[in-house]
Structure formats: structure tokens, C-alpha cells
């Protein structure tokens, strides 16, 4: 009988495959190309799933040489979860899912599981018994929250917020982190001039202003606008990057201004974003008894972060420090840097023949 439990991150620059035994172990790890769906055809996400899955069960079973598994062959894994990037509806679960079956020869059904890879944050859910709910906490260059709630063995999508992209949204994420920084900085400099006095200084400012190689505060504002670049450039500067990309690489500057030189003002541009973010998280929440249908209460669930932005401790502090003044205290906090692996175990500690 199948004793192998897959997870696969499938995320928008590679593929992350973990192999856990029946007691959680991982056993083996593969990684691939790019799978979000969004822009790949099916073909193009399975031959990148498909190299990750080979390489992670070479690692857990070296008699296994091929995939797809043949027909006739029974599959090594009693069950797969997939987390898949840009899988933000039915229509492009369905696209992928019958792929995905065939290659692994795990019928389409509750043994496969498909979905976003938002859910893969829920996975640590399974690790407490009397623990329902899960609140996933999404912050790289982008953003997203989404509620769930697990019964009997499966892990449900109770409601999102946010995760609508750098133009109309991701707050508390990268992008967000870096507009606001300039945002700040601007507004110092019209403060400045009304008032008739110089802004106060502050490393971050100094350090913005050698980033974009401009002397001035207000000349910032012609290279963020410079149109995009047309095709690859040769130079180095941030004219070479698309005008999205010249916003989101400040926060490397933001959080070393806050947490290693104390700088007033990164400190406070960190403060404006975690709201924005904590923001989101409390539209999952309810306190007491009232609140919306889907409401969680927090000491009734885990909080679980992923991505570079909340990966850094400091930044992930305000945001729960954000949540307890509101009264939102969870009762286990956890960050996931290596969601295929988290998934696979989850999946081998709750799986039920035909559940996940």
C-alpha cells in the first residue's frame, strides 16, 4: 500500500516538492521551473511540477525511475497536496487538476487536493488537535490573508482578503512598503517647505536619495515616473527596472533604517504598512459572540505567515502587536519558509484513506 505523502509549492519563479513518510518524516525534495498558472499553459506547469516531483521521489524511493507513474502501476503516494499560484478559482483548479491525476495516477478526488497555495500556509492546523482554524498571513513583494477552517480532515476556505496586486492592493507587502516610504518622504518635503524649515533628518531619507542617485527629495519623482524600460538593459541603476520593481526593492533599506539604526522615520512608514496589513487580518476576526458568518475567533486558531517582508521577526511583531491592542490574541503563531515540507507532514500526520 502507498505510504508517501507529496506536497508541492507551486509558486511564480520555481517548484517546491516535499516527500513525507507515514510518521512525517520528509524523505525527499525536489525542486522546478515556475508553475503559476496564470501564466503558463497546462503543459508548461506540468513539465515544471513534473521535474520537482521526480527529483523529490528519487530522494524518498530510488527504484522509481519515471513520471507519470504507469497505469498499471500503483502510485507511491497514498495522498498529494498541491499549492498552486494563480489558482484563484474553479475554472483554473479544474484546467490543471486532470494533469496532475495522470501524472501522479491518484484518481481526481479527495486524495488530491488542489487548490491555492495560500491554503499550503494552513497546513500547521493538523499539528493541534483542538485547534480549528487558521488565519494565513501572505507578505513578499505582494499580499494576501485568508481565513480557514478545518472539519473532518480537510482544510476549507472560509474567505480572502486582499492579494489584488501592486496597482489596486497589497498592503503590508513589499510594493506597499516602498510606496509608502516615498509617500513619507514626499510629504516631509512639503511639510518642510509650508512650514519654511528643513525636514528633519534621517538615514533612510540619505540612503533613498543615494539609491535613486538624485540630490534632491523632489527629483526622486522623475525616476520613479521614467517609463519603463524596453527590453534588458546593460546599466545597473533603477532606471533599468521596470517602475514596479524601483518601488518594491526599498524595503531592504526600510528595515535595516528601523530595526538597526532606529530611524524615525522607516520606523514609521513599517508602523503605517503593518496596519494596512493588520487591517485585513481583523476582517477575518470576531470578538465575543458577534460578527460575521465566517468570523474566527483568534484564540481559537493559529496565525500563519510566509513571505520575505513578514519573515523578518521585528515586522511580524507589529502586526501581531497591531491585533492584541484590538484584542486579537491567537493561540499559536508560527512562520512557514518551507511550505512544501509543512504541507507534507501535515498531510501524513491527518490523513484518512479517501481524506485529507
Known sequence: M????????????????????????????????????TYLTVDEFITSVRTAILAALKDARPDIVEVPVPR?????????????????????????????????????????????DTHL?????????????????????????????????????????????????DEGGGYDVGREA????????????VLGRPAPPSKLRDQILTKFNVPTVMEILGEVYHADPMGESATQDLRSLSREKRISSLPPLVFV??????????????????????DQVALHLRSGDGAATHGVRAQ??????????????????????????????????????????VGATGLASSYKPSQI
Open 2 to 37: 502507498a505510504s508517501l505523502y507529496l506536497c508541492v509549492d507551486c509558486g511564480g519563479t520555481k517548484t517546491a516538492a516535499a516527500v513525507s513518510d507515514h510518521q512525517g518524516n520528509i524523505v525527499g525534495r525536489g525542486a522546478g521551473g515556475p508553475s503559476n498558472i
Open 72 to 116: 498499471e502501476v500503483e502510485s507511491p503516494f497514498a495522498a498529494a497536496w498541491f499549492g498552486v499560484s494563480g489558482a484563484d478559482s474553479p475554472a483554473a483548479i479544474a484546467k490543471v487538476t486532470p494533469a496532475i491525476s495522470a501524472l501522479l495516477a491518484i484518481p481526481v478526488g479527495p486524495d488530491l487536493v488542489v487548490a491555492n
Open 121 to 169: 500556509l494552513a497546513a500547521p492546523v493538523r499539528m493541534y488537535p483542538s485547534i480549528n482554524y487558521a488565519i494565513a498571513v501572505i507578505a513578499g513583494t505582494g499580499s494576501i490573508t485568508v481565513s480557514f477552517k478545518q472539519e473532518e480532515g480537510r482544510i476549507k476556505e472560509l474567505g480572502r482578503v486582499g492579494g489584488w496586486g501592486w496597482i489596486l492592493g
Open 182 to 193: 516615498l509617500r513619507q518622504l514626499l510629504m516631509e518635503e512639503d511639510l518642510a517647505s
Open 257 to 278: 533604517a528601523a530595526f538597526e539604526e532606529d530611524d524615525w522615520l522607516a520606523k514609521r512608514i513599517l508602523q503605517t504598512s503593518a496596519k494596512q496589513l493588520a
Open 300 to 341: 481559537d486558531a493559529i496565525i500563519s505567515f510566509g513571505g520575505s517582508l513578514v519573515g523578518n521577526a521585528k515586522y511580524r511583531q507589529i502586526i501581531l502587536d497591531l491585533l492584541g491592542e484590538r484584542g486579537h490574541s491567537f493561540s499559536h503563531i508560527h512562520f512557514i519558509d518551507d511550505a512544501a515540507a
